[in-house]
Nanobody, 122 residues
């Protein structure tokens, strides 16, 4: 599985960015996708996930109400609004070989893309 993320960049606090991630080489169907991030000096943390059918989503408390995840076929998006300096991080796209709310609720993902850097200036 190859995951290609794009859309990162530099934005001022309060601004918006939209990340995209296209999955290729997938040999299984009905898989969940998600986003994680890693800030300098911190561990990678979950940001958001979406069920394979796009009907169920999950968000970290820190981004609820500001970020929106969506998907279309093999592409997952992360619309980030009202960005804060603490959102600065490398954002990673992830996919699971499994689908469904059970695996989504456990934030279980097995495949990772390269990161895209998001920098929010104050």
């Amino acid at each position: 599985v190859q995951l290609q993320a794009s859309g990162g960049g530099l934005v001022q606090a309060g601004g918006s960015l939209r990340l995209s991630c296209a999955a290729s080489g997938v040999t299984f169907s009905n898989y969940n996708m998600g986003w994680f991030r890693q800030a300098p000096g911190k561990e990678r943390e979950f940001v958001s996930g979406i069920n394979w059918d796009g009907e169920t989503t999950d968000y970290a408390d820190s981004v609820k109400g500001r970020f929106t995840i969506s998907s279309n076929r093999n592409t997952v998006y992360l619309q980030m609004n009202s960005l804060k300096p603490e959102d600065t991080a490398v954002y990673y796209c992830a996919s699971s070989r499994y689908g469904g709310t059970y695996f989504l609720s456990r934030r279980r993902f097995e495949f990772w893309g390269q990161g895209t850097l998001v920098t929010v200036s104050s």
